[in-house]
């Protein structure tokens, strides 16, 4: 397990409002975001289809999967209701003028509304 839970991602502030960029963490996809001028870190993969959430479509703070319209709230993690039944890992981020810091707490933990269990679950 890594010792440091702090990753710094360097220098986005040039990421503007609406925009995502996909990032890697150790064996993590990381989704950034920006929204309302904060930045948001959450797993870049459907808890659904096992998609990069980065090629779908972010709206306010929501972000929608390419491939079955399944929606996530960038904030929180937290899916909005089928075709997913859980969320996706949230990431606590900082920015400072040394860049983009991403908190991951355990690197093995699941989301908080429950396990991911396989792709294309129906229930």
Not at 7 to 15: A, I, Q, T, Y
Not at 56 to 72: E, K, V, W
Request: net charge negative; charged share 25%.
């Amino acid at each position: 397990m890594n010792e440091s839970n702090e990753h710094n991602l360097g220098d986005f502030s040039n990421l503007e409002n609406g925009e995502l960029l996909s990032c890697e963490v150790g064996n993590l996809e990381i989704l950034l975001c920006r929204v309302e001028g904060k930045i948001y870190a959450i797993e870049d993969n459907c808890s659904h289809a096992d998609t990069p959430l980065s090629e779908g479509r972010l709206s306010g703070f929501q972000i929608n999967c390419p491939l079955h319209g399944a929606s996530f709230d960038v904030r929180n993690g937290a899916h909005s209701g089928p075709p997913a039944y859980t969320g996706v890992r949230c990431f606590e981020t900082s920015e400072t003028d040394s860049g983009v810091t991403v908190k991951i707490e355990n690197e093995n933990s699941e989301p908080e509304d429950g396990p991911q269990t396989g792709f294309f679950q129906t229930r």
